[in-house]
């Protein structure tokens, strides 16, 4: 019995460590709320969407992510204000990770071209887990049955709230923008054991957009006047985890597509890839409506997984008033 519970423990721990680690988005240029507060209100306007993802299908460790918004903008008080709430869970086990957050940005005119947005985000997280299933020593009463509760100092909580708190910071001007944002800076204890410790590593991202006219610099006779060649970056540290995702894609009127690659720049063992994926993205804009949609091609040898895939929906309210100066990003 105590080895089957010791074998139990060590797998839920390496289980729930690899749970400590935040979602990270393919399509984070269709929504990069998820990245940076500093991107609430930034077209100036109102955005509501939806984008969800799925993760290796067809394993066992199946996790659906989920994740809507909403933001608006008050140019009387120069700001723009958000409201998110994501949810994570896992197939096998039941695990679900849920967070709401308000999010806060701030503008400042640096000059003719430049802007500075300041933010903050702030919120509750929920953390739940399936140990309905486990079966304590101290249950176990031979010819009586087993006992329904236990005072194991091994036992979990099937739940955790914790509050968290984040801030980010970026710089953009009509066709560009470099932003960084820190999650988590609280470090929220995530442990379901009512002992335990288990911070939550604070998360780290820095990423940087560019868009640029082809006709602006070369002859275009097949392609529409307004056709953009896009450039994304995003480098994401979390523990012992990190990627950097360098992207390109091309927006022709209501169409958009490209592809990013994603990369583990800093490997922590010999035979670990550079090269972990090849992401392709495609959609559509149609009036006020956005959709996307995206594929993950797995170039580790994790094995057939299925891949990942996300799907997303923004609607924008008065797209045609908002600034001039924000670039128009998909």
Known sequence: MKLKLITLILLLFFSLKGMAQDPIFTQYFMVPETLNPGFTGFLETSKVGVLHKTQWPDLNFRVDTDYAFANTWVESLNSGFGLNVMNSREKFTNYSYTQINLAYSYRVQLNDEW????????????????????????????????????????????????????????FNNENAWIGASLKHLTKPNISFSNTGNVPLDMFFSANAGYELKIADYFDILSLPYETKLMFTSNYMHQGVYNRLDLGTGVVMDRFFLGATLATNPIRKASNSPMLTSVNLYGGLQYQHFKFGYSYDFNLTKIGNTGGIYELSLIYLFDFEKSCFSCPDYY
């Open 115 to 170: 802007y500075f947005r300041p933010a903050i985000e702030m919120g509750l997280g929920n953390k739940s887990y399936n140990f309905q299933n486990i079966l304590l020593e101290d249950q176990i009463n031979i010819g009586f049955g087993n006992n329904g509760s236990s005072i194991d100092p091994l036992a979990m909580n099937e739940k955790v709230n914790f509050f968290d708190l984040s801030a980010g910071m970026l």
